[in-house]
């Protein structure tokens, strides 16, 4: 009986099968980083970081300028009283920046231009 050698049989289908499973663990990477940095993203701040709704429209109507910036890249920004499932407000009274964005990369520009926070008040970013 002829004795079959399976890792000379078979060696460019070892090498190609272990760069097809590599390369599907580098996919999967990229993609979870890029959800867990969304998720992140879209976080409320405490309710006691956050100021009224009237401070954060004035703040917004005052740097109008990076807003159109922001708007240029291809996002957009709002005042927004965070709600609740049920419709309530989560703090009432109070406000943050929501802004949305289409791409990763337009999400990447606008944090570089604004850094973590809009002028100190806390921001969430939504993909669109």
Not at 56 to 77: D, P, R, S, W, Y
């Amino acid at each position: 009986m002829v004795k079959w050698d399976f890792r000379k049989a078979n060696k460019p289908i070892l090498i190609v099968s272990f760069f097809v499973v590599l390369a599907a663990i580098i996919f999967i990477a990229i993609m979870a980083k890029g959800y867990f940095e969304m998720q992140n993203d879209a976080r409320g701040a405490p309710c006691d970081k956050l100021p009224t709704f009237i401070s954060a429209k004035i703040m917004l109507e005052e740097n109008m300028n990076v807003v159109f910036k922001i708007e240029k890249i291809g996002g957009t920004i709002i005042v927004e009283e965070e709600k609740l499932a049920d419709g309530t407000q989560r703090c009432p009274g109070k406000a943050d920046f929501a802004i949305y964005y289409g791409t990763d990369s337009q999400r990447t520009q606008i944090k570089a231009l604004i850094g973590d926070k809009f002028y100190g008040i806390p921001y969430r970013m939504y993909n669109t």
